[in-house]
DNA sequence: ATTCAATCGATATTCTATTATCGATATACC
DNA sequence: GGTATATCGATAATAGAATATCGATTGAAT
């Protein structure tokens, strides 16, 4: 197990443990590829390749059995080991991160969230603290947090980036609309929602147009 | 211009955009691919072919006209014309974009939010009306609304899309934790943050051991 | 005016990811 | 028990994206 697998593949995995972990125990209990790819929108070949490299649960004629599965790509992806973070910034967005409740079925635990506005700080509503930036560094050490959430405005995200590293944290997951620059050896992922949704309003457009053209060229025209 | 473009160059455009933007007016008027590249992190060939799909601002020796380019890269994305959308889901996170002020950057209007949960209701702190489910269909087909975002826990958000849908809704905005199925035709984008959870934490995992493998290989191990 | 350095854009190459092909294997049916 | 069929896994082919190469162009320096 655990051969090389692609950025893209590895975000496959969670799309096919979310799938898996819904279905019911009580019927069938393996599943092939292509069933899978059919539920989920994939081609049936990119399945079985995709679970080739997390596991060995496939058998000819019967497919995969399902709770091997979960526990492979679970084991795979690290989710039994559960990762702590801290998340800097209690807005909105950081505060529906915060309440959250899908994270823990991923393998990611939110210890504290931090804020460098007093007013913020206390007990969240999720139950979780808010507590002044001044605490994060020494926090993060302490606790030997390795991944730090940004969910501060644009302006300040760099800042608060470079504090979360000073505390000894290894990865960053960004949702400020913002690019950070981090040292090397230091993992930065953004969740960027403008490309997202880039990529949405430009497919939109497109088919429009396209749409439109198509007319045009049936003579569909608006009529004079 | 408007050259094929992969969706990965497309979700570079809007930061490309973000950080020309942000450029003091008064310095430089025009920026090489180099230094776009090194600012943001992606190589100075990747930059040109992204930049030459949608520009014709590049001049040798020059570089880039910043103006130029910002205005190219809007019209390319559409976001001169402004697309209206419904989001449906008044919960943290739901609430959390429609409090977004950065959506309007990115031509998107969000006009009106929805839920089923009546005590939901009423104007949102953001200002924007959250109504009840039932007026979903109409007011969408009423005002052509072309977007529709789905903030709903995952066992409801198969059910939102067709009623999405069914109000005409052409592209949608997944940010529910579930596969949905769309008709051929219906645009689809899952804002998948298990799975961008899963690269990040995958990557955590693999440095980690990586640098215990180097250690044991040096020797550095734990000393007994 | 001529040369030089910077930088673009187009083409070619390499690398990566997806999809297709095909032999192997496990069950079910006869 | 033998044969047919579903389905896997491995390898090969295709498609797609990133990167390198190179000639062309522009402005600056001599």
New binding site residues.
């Given amino acids: 197990m655990s051969k090389p697998v692609?950025?893209?593949?590895l975000s496959r995995m969670p799309v096919y443990l979310h799938y898996l972990k819904a279905l019911p125990t009580d019927k069938e209990t393996n599943?092939?590829?292509?069933?899978l790819g059919l539920k989920l929108g994939?081609?049936?070949?990119?399945v079985?390749?995709d679970?080739?490299a997390v596991?060995?649960?496939?058998?000819?004629?019967?497919?995969?059995s399902v709770s091997e599965l979960i526990s492979d790509i679970e084991a795979f992806l690290g989710y039994d080991s559960v990762n702590d973070a801290v998340l800097v910034g209690a807005g909105k967005l950081g505060r529906a991160l915060l309440s959250y409740e899908g994270f823990k079925a991923n393998g990611l635990n939110i210890v504290a969230a931090f804020d460098s506005d007093e007013g913020k700080c206390g007990k969240d509503e999720s139950g979780k603290q808010i507590l002044p930036l001044e605490k994060l560094e020494n926090l993060c050490r302490r606790m030997k947090i390795k991944i730090g959430i940004i969910t501060v405005p644009a302006a300040q995200a760099q800042q608060v980036c470079e504090l979360l590293i000073s505390g000894g944290v290894e990865a960053v997951w960004n949702f400020a609309p913002t690019h950070l620059s981090v040292p090397q050896g230091v993992i930065l992922k953004n969740e960027n929602m403008a490309a997202s949704l880039a990529v949405l309003s430009k497919r939109l457009s497109d088919k429009n147009s396209a749409n439109k053209t198509a007319q045009v060229m049936q003579g569909k025209g608006d009529p004079k």
Avoid: W
């Fill in positions: 692609s950025a893209q593949a599943i092939s590829a292509k069933a994939f081609g049936e070949i990119q079985r390749k679970l080739a596991s060995d649960a496939g058998k000819p004629k019967l497919g995969y």
